[in-house]
């Protein structure tokens, strides 16, 4: 077991990306960090030079028993845990019908049912104590459909109901919830967006930087407020699908030029 004092976090995709960079901060901050990923080589990098802070297990989200038994195994070998960040998601784009439907499954099998499964693990313990905080990625594109992003935009808009649903049946419970729905991030995630095909339109838009969204992450569990909207264009962009949807579609076809 860790010192009582130490906070723990595990987090889902902790080989790449946004898991990466938010293991590393917590890591230097002083929390130790269980990272969940398929990815072992990229859980061993992003552990290199904090191995007494980071450790990991591969583990594949979308199986639910394998993820209920790793909670399980963190929890009687590591320590409580503290935070849980659902970082783990895949992203090729393309028109809905061109792309294979197996692919489409498997997206929403890993960025959707990953992140039931990790909930029906995580947070029992963590209701009976009463603390803690957990963390769904969702993404701009799960607010804004857009052209050939489909498959993603879908897995995404999930994740939002299902983390909107999850924080009001348990918002008086001691735990606290943020779904985060960053649009861009300069991270391993976007390049595999762009190694399929690269929608115009988020391509023009702003491209943040990890710290930027981890630290509207931390704004959002500090002030209570269930989702945070990364970004000045994320938050006009909620405002515009809200109230003027057919404008946003508009420009989504030119910029696509179909």
């Known amino acids: 077991m860790t010192d009582k004092h130490q906070r723990i976090a ?60 790793v909670f399980d195994e963190i929890e009687h070998s590591v320590g409580p845990v503290d935070r849980v960040a659902n970082a783990a998601a895949i992203m090729p784009f393309g028109r809905l019908l061109e792309q294979d439907p197996k692919q489409i499954n498997q997206v929403m099998s890993v960025n ?14 963590m209701l009976e104590r009463a603390r803690g905080e957990f963390i769904s990625f969702s993404s701009m594109t799960g607010l804004i459909p857009g052209l050939l992003m ?75 407020e269930p989702f945070a909207y990364p970004g000045k264009q994320t938050r006009v962009g909620v405002l515009m699908r809200r109230f003027f949807p057919g404008f946003v579609w508009r420009v989504a076809h030119k910029a696509e030029g179909f």
């Open 10 to 69: 595990v987090i889902t995709g902790g080989g790449s990306g946004m898991g990466r960079a938010w293991a590393r901060r917590l890591a230097d901050e002083g929390t130790r960090v269980v990272l969940l990923d398929l990815n072992e080589e990229g859980m061993i990098e992003t552990a290199s030079g904090r191995e007494n802070s980071i450790s990991f297990r591969r583990v594949d989200v979308t199986a639910t028993e394998d993820v209920a038994a």
């Open 112 to 125: 959707y049912n990953g992140l039931v499964n990790v909930a029906a693990a995580a947070l029992p313990p």
């Open 150 to 224: 489909g498959a993603y935009a879908s897995s995404k808009a999930a994740v939002q109901f299902y983390s909107e649903i999850l924080y009001h049946e348990n918002r008086d419970s001691g735990v606290r919830f943020c779904c985060v729905c960053p649009p861009a991030v300069n991270t391993a995630l976007w390049k595999q967006a762009e190694a399929t095909v690269v929608p115009k339109l988020p391509s023009k838009g702003e491209t943040l930087e990890p710290d930027q969204v981890i630290d509207e992450i931390e704004r959002c569990l500090a002030s209570g």
